[in-house]
């Protein structure tokens, strides 16, 4: 009723959501696509071993400004390159962004093209909230599995194997039978992390114009023989980054699912998400002893036995993961407990995914000087904190 006054109601004595401080330390480059190519000459500059990303609209601007008209078309049909002098292509107003470094190591007349990151409107490079979520989905699914035991592997590739559904829908009954069937009723619905951005900046470096983090990286396909495709330049996060933002996840986080996957999934609910190091550190564990023996009498193996070594001497707090892309198959899917199936093959035949026995043949590695160095897209992540609300 108009008028009346109404008792505030009691604040609730338990908390709705817990917030966690998350901090992610790139150990090798990071690159997470935005699925924008950009072309030499036309959408950068490359001048010695620094990248100009240009503005397009705002340099011819500048060019139709200072030229008469009469020149203009001519001028609209160049590349950029061929009527921007170098001193122009250095102006921080003509820049989508700051000039980026090219790796030590890389040519920088080996490419055409740069695959660019994800970066937000105003320029600003970061590590999309969808990569954290989705290697944690991963470690849950391959934990799961796991425990269900390789009955339950077989029964889930067997069906694939009767139905041969379109590629890019093979997983989803068994996305559903682990996760839940729909959006509303996802095991991680109740789990949101924001995007990560770069900490801090490096004076010294932001003095130069140079972006201190993100640089032109040099990656290529490579086979177990060292055999490779050409170039791949893309921007990534350097080693060493530093990048920070937060999780929330539900009080209750299985309270949205049926009966059948909150019994299945009741465990979440006992822990808070400090629990989620463990899963990922199991995970990741068997990822870097995959990869080890992939490159076993390689140099590359020896980048993976430090890794290991690192991940051992890891507080509880923290963990590694392996992101973006470049992370590869075996890091966003069930890896060898599908490649130990029986069904494998058959599958592998149907979907043409080469050798079954030898599936993935190929990985995507940072190169320096025309020989591998690192792979992509490993990070260190740790998880504190519990701002309950």
Known sequence: ??????????????????????????????????????VRDYDFIIDGHECSVLDIDKAYSLLFDRLPEAQWEAIANLPIRRVLTAE???????????????ETGADPEGFEDVRACMRTPFGKAY?????????????????????AGPEWMSSQLGQIAQRRPRREFAARETDKAVFGNSPNEDVLRSVRPADLFVVGDDPSEAATGLDPCVRLIETRVTKRDGTSTATIMV?????????????????????????????????????????????????????????????????????????????????????????GWGSGWSAKTYGELLTADQAFPAIASNYRLGNADTFPTTRRLVYAGNRPSQPLGWVQIRITGNRSR
């Open 1 to 38: 009723m108009i008028g009346t006054r109404v008792a505030p109601a009691s604040a609730p004595t338990d908390p709705l959501l817990h917030t966690y401080d998350v901090n992610v330390q790139t150990i090798s480059p990071v690159h997470v696509g935005s699925g924008a190519t950009l």
């Open 88 to 102: 122009g292509s250095r102006d921080d107003h003509l820049l989508r962004y700051r000039r980026m470094a090219l």
């Open 127 to 147: 590590l999309p909230a969808s990569s954290l979520k989705g290697s944690l989905r991963t470690a849950l699914a391959v934990g799961y599995a796991s425990e």
């Open 235 to 323: 921007e990534a996060f350097a080693p060493d980054t530093v990048l920070s933002g937060t999780l929330t996840v539900e009080a209750n986080p299985v309270a949205h699912l049926d009966e059948a996957h909150r019994s299945e999934w009741e465990g979440l609910a006992q822990h808070d998400a400090l629990g989620a190091i463990g899963f990922l550190r199991d995970h990741v564990a068997k990822l870097i002893d995959r990869e080890k023996r992939h490159f076993a009498g390689h140099a590359m193996s020896a980048w993976y036995v430090g890794l290991e070594r690192r991940l051992g001497t890891l507080p509880d707090d923290t963990t590694l993961m392996w992101v």
